[in-house]
């Protein structure tokens, strides 16, 4: 099962909304995770099985979709969250090609 | 709290094993919870999960990594490793180990060590 993300890298400002996608190659149900990944630093876990937000995330992070159809919305981007961000599916461990959010 | 620290060579030569150690502090790796996972991460193939080993001693891999991978436990010194046999350039990565929370994500993982194979 491969999963594809889209975009590759999005420009966006302090205070907007970001939308990211993820695209599995057969349905999946609801079993997609989102990571941050920062430079420098090892990956992040922010959402799991979907939509469930992981302890310790800003409630501003959010997770949808089902079948083979994901998003992650970041609601009022923060300077903090400028960096890549990967869709994971668990059934066989592979992760999307990441989408770096640039300034 | 839960920690994690790789430790290994940072080079290796081709056709050589690669040996990697994972210290876990703060959590017993023989509570029957968690799976403990490596993966890497390189520019060319971006994240990829490499194998895992679950308190009983059971293991899986990734298919790709054709058998050369073993994961182990060493459970009197809490520490998971990770050996790759017969390595090449595109093994040069990052290596982190990782804790899969139910088989299904991983919550926690360790800074990561670079790797770099070259004679």
């Known amino acids: 099962i491969q999963v594809t993300q889209s975009p590759s890298s999005l420009s966006a400002s302090v205070g907007d909304r970001v939308t990211i996608t993820c695209r599995a190659s057969?349905?999946?149900?609801?079993?997609l995770n989102w990571y941050q990944q920062k430079t420098g630093k090892a990956p992040k876990l922010l959402i799991y099985?979907?939509?469930n937000l992981q302890s310790g995330v800003p409630s501003r992070f959010s997770g949808s979709g089902s079948g083979t159809e994901f998003a992650l919305t970041i609601d009022s981007l923060q300077p903090d969250d400028f960096a890549t961000y990967y869709c994971?599916?668990?059934?066989?461990?592979?992760f999307g090609q990441g989408t770096k959010v640039e300034i | 709290q839960v920690q994690l620290q790789e430790s290994g060579p940072g080079l290796v030569k081709p056709s050589e094993t690669l040996s990697l150690t994972c210290s876990v502090s703060?959590?017993?790796?023989?509570?029957?919870?968690?799976?403990w996972s490596w993966i890497r991460q390189s520019a060319g193939t971006g994240l990829e999960w490499i194998g895992r080993?679950?308190?009983?001693?059971?293991?899986s891999y990734n298919p790709s990594l054709k058998s050369r991978a073993t994961v182990s436990a060493d459970t009197s010194n809490n520490q998971v490793s990770l050996e790759l046999a017969s390595v090449t350039a595109a093994d040069t990565a990052i290596y982190y180990c990782?804790?899969?929370?139910?088989?299904?994500?991983?919550?926690?993982w360790g800074r990561g060590t670079q790797v770099t194979v070259s004679s």
């Open positions: 990782a804790r899969e929370n139910g088989g299904h994500y991983w919550d926690l």
């Open positions: 703060g959590d017993s790796i023989t509570r029957g919870v968690y799976y």
């Open positions: 080993i679950y308190t009983t001693g059971a293991t």
């Open positions: 057969q349905s999946i149900v609801t079993s």
């Open positions: 994971q599916q668990p059934f066989t461990r592979t």
């Open positions: 099985g979907a939509s």
